[in-house]
């Protein structure tokens, strides 16, 4: 499928314009410029032709800045990925000594350019756009990426200057696991996502709060095929200042919404705190696998018992729902992270189980007659028939003659029996008792 990158100095309007050609707000638009920091990727439809498109972060030249740095060399990743770039000025500002820096990038690029001139909405602003010609990248296309002026005709050029040879839209093929990476900030996310990938395809930066969007990239590598999701820290509401900090929490909420599998990951040195529970009671709550990685664990002084003794605290701390895969990593030395790979993809197998009736009810109800559900006001509760329900996450239904009687540890009992005969580690169980 082909990729076409959005590029421009900060500010010009690119992730509005990304949102309408991908037909959602994916990427995060706010009046600050600097807010995208990452590539970000989505889909985009017009007149039965389907491409990528890839958002970016402002470009600019000659910053010291720590981001600014980054940001530019993921821009130069997404020209070179790219099979064509729309470049977008602002009609308002003219041209500017940054455009024609961009514009000279370009060129020297030989990528086909489609030139966007973006915030015209009145028809005066339009004798503006002649003055872009001079950039030497063609005919420029007045466009108003708020209010969708212009860019049909954007569109119509985009897939004109694309190579011809992939513009069939692919074929659905099967649905691939999602695996997000979740946790606070800087605890080591982005670097997880760039250690599994093997290239710098998120900012990484000692300050806290770098990733502000869940980007997703498809994995295929050591017989693994998923997309793995990287998103921003979640930190305590009171702490969220600033309102792009609020759209990049709710974001990585919606990131675990949208996955199968969430990579939690905690620094070794503060354990699990308050803030990390939240984030594993969202996991739960929202019926998702996880694997729990403590990462920065070379930072820990050791002797023979500490990794032991450091599972069992955190296996206390996480009941009832302990039966969960728990992997000591060292992102910065890649010390286990292979390990991490094939525990989320242990966890999604279970996640996806589907089991027998008929094996469910020849393991489970010899064990309901050794130990049956406690009477209740002189009233026997038995239970006939257990069946998995087709629910995306493993879901049980226990059929007995009086559901209203069976109380709430006698179905922990149950969800035990399931976890010793058939392997669910790492995935919440919902039991449902209900009438024959």
């Known amino acids: 499928m082909n990729l076409v990158a959005i590029v421009g100095r900060p500010n010009v309007g690119k992730s509005t314009l990304f949102n309408r050609l991908v037909g959602m707000r994916q990427a995060i638009v706010d009046n600050v410029s600097g807010v995208t920091r990452d590539r970000h990727y989505g889909k985009c439809e017009w007149c039965g032709h389907e491409f990528s498109v ?19 060399s993921q821009v130069m990743i997404a020209i070179e990925e790219s099979d064509l ?23 020297r690029s030989r990528k086909p350019v489609v030139l966007a001139v973006n915030k015209v909405d009145t028809s005066e602003k339009m004798f503006g756009v002649y003055e ?15 209010t969708g002026s212009g860019t049909g005709d954007l569109l119509d050029a985009v897939l004109e200057k694309l190579p011809a040879d992939s513009k069939i839209a692919e074929e659905e093929g099967p649905k691939l696991p999602h695996i997000a990476v979740v946790g606070k900030p800087n605890v080591g996310k982005s670097s997880l ?20 969007d869940a980007i997703a990239t498809h994995y295929n590598k ?11 820290g979640l930190r305590k509401k009171q702490k969220v200042t600033e309102d792009l900090e609020f759209y990049s929490v709710m974001r990585a909420i919606r990131a675990i919404e949208n996955s199968d599998v969430c990579i939690l990951m905690v620094d070794a040195q503060q354990g699990i705190e308050a803030q990390d529970m939240a984030i594993f009671n969202i996991i739960n ?39 969960i895969p728990i992997i000591f990593t060292s992102v910065l030395h890649k010390q286990r992270i292979l390990d991490v790979l094939n525990a989320a993809q242990a966890v999604y197998d279970n996640y996806s189980r589907r089991i027998p009736t008929s094996a469910l009810n020849d393991a489970l ?62 995935c919440p169980l919902q039991i449902y008792i209900r009438q024959k």
């Not at 050591?222 to 921003?232: C, P, Q, R, S, Y």
């Open 54 to 72: 890839v958002d970016t972060g402002g470009f600019t030249v000659n910053s010291d800045d720590v981001f600014e740095s980054a940001i530019r």
């Open 85 to 107: 770039v729309i470049f977008m000025v602002e009609v308002a500002t003219g041209i500017t000594d940054y455009d024609a820096e961009i514009a000279d990038i370009l060129r």
């Open 132 to 146: 872009f010609n001079s950039l030497g990248l063609g005919e420029p296309f007045a466009i108003a990426s708020a």
């Open 193 to 212: 996502t760039n250690a599994l990938l093997g290239e710098d395809r998120n900012i990484v930066t000692p300050v806290a709060g770098t990733t502000r």
């Open 222 to 232: 050591f017989g693994h095929e998923f997309m793995l999701v990287d998103t921003a």
């Open 285 to 323: 709550r929202n019926r998702k696998g996880c694997v729990l990685v403590v990462n920065k664990w070379d930072t820990i002084e050791k002797d023979n018992n500490t990794m032991k003794e450091y599972r069992e605290a955190l296996e206390r701390r996480l009941q009832p729902f302990n039966d």
């Open 365 to 426: 109800l010899p064990e309901i007659e050794n130990y049956p559900p406690p009477a209740w006001k002189g009233k026997y509760i038995k239970i006939k028939y257990i069946t998995q329900l087709p629910t995306a996450f493993p879901a049980f239904a226990f059929f007995c003659n009086l559901p209203q009687y069976v109380r709430d540890p006698y179905k922990r009992f149950l969800e035990n029996k399931l976890r010793e005969h058939f392997d669910f580690k790492g």
